[in-house]
């Protein structure tokens, strides 16, 4: 469906082609005439778009909002840097395209993540565990779940991104099985796995183009209530579910951030519970400290200071190379 990257887009190129809106202004030629100033983009980059046109940049300026999905057809020219000189622009319902064409997006292949995520899923097989998880994911539920950002910043902040920490975290949890299993309840370990971030689908709103937090999200104590509330309810629908299991199951969610401070409603208090906190700040740093670094673009051997990590990062000369090359 989305037939020209931003990405590709070279000086000459006539665009027929879906975009995102980034951003929305007017501006004033020096003769006084008002022309609409966008950037629109899509997963792979953004670029600045002209209306010159005074009915279509009133118009469009009326109609059009941030995270619209539009058709634009114009001409690519370069005006300190490359901007989309635009004829038309017509907005498109967004369930008629993949949202994730126009925002960051999972590098991984979504489908191949999904297989892997199911056949981890089967492995449980305490009762109670398998029917809870087989009332959550439903079709409509797994596809929702496969799309949905992990973050807005910081880690995994990408549609696709939800699905991929939630699999990077249960495969940890079955390595620290596979370690140190005698003392660990398996399924339990990777049903909190699977659950622990499940309110991430609420706590941003998995349908804008920046994944911003939803009031919900903000006014409601964020994912880990989101996903505890979300956890009592699928719980009170399966019959017989073990009030211990439930207890230690939402003991898992509600301590996964591992410290009061860190958003944790409760210390980790169980084995099961310190193992998914590690495994869980395991992905997140990880892949927090691995974008950082894939996305530098310097001459130094160091990226710039991180303040949410607290230090710049060593990119290695090999690296730079690769990146260059
Ligand atoms: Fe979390
Ligand atoms: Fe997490």
Known sequence: MK??????LRTGVEVSSYFGIFNINIGKTKSGSKFLKLLVGDRTGTLEGRVWDSALTEDLYQTLSLGDIVIIRGSVTEFNGLQVNIDTCTKVE?????????????DKDTAVMLKEFQRQLAEVTTPPLRSLLENIF????????????AAKTIHHAYGGGLLEHTLEVMSYCEKIYEL????????????GATLHDIGKIWEYDQECLSFNRTEKGRLLGGHVI???????????QVDGFPESLALHLEHLILSHHGQKEWGAVEEPHSVEAVALHYADLMSARLNQVSKLVESYQGSENWTNYDRRLGRSL???????KEKSS
Do not use: M
């Open 3 to 8: 037939s020209q990257w931003v990405r590709t």
């Open 94 to 106: 967004k369930d008629q395209v993949e949202l994730n064409d126009f925002r960051p997006c999972t």
């Open 138 to 149: 439903n079709p409509d539920f797994l596809n929702d779940f496969s799309r949905a950002t």
């Open 180 to 191: 140190q299993g005698e003392a660990i309840n398996r399924d339990l370990l990777i049903t």
């Open 226 to 236: 989101l996903g505890y509330d979300f956890l009592r309810e699928k719980i009170a």
């Open 314 to 320: 060593y990119v290695p000369e090999d690296l730079k």
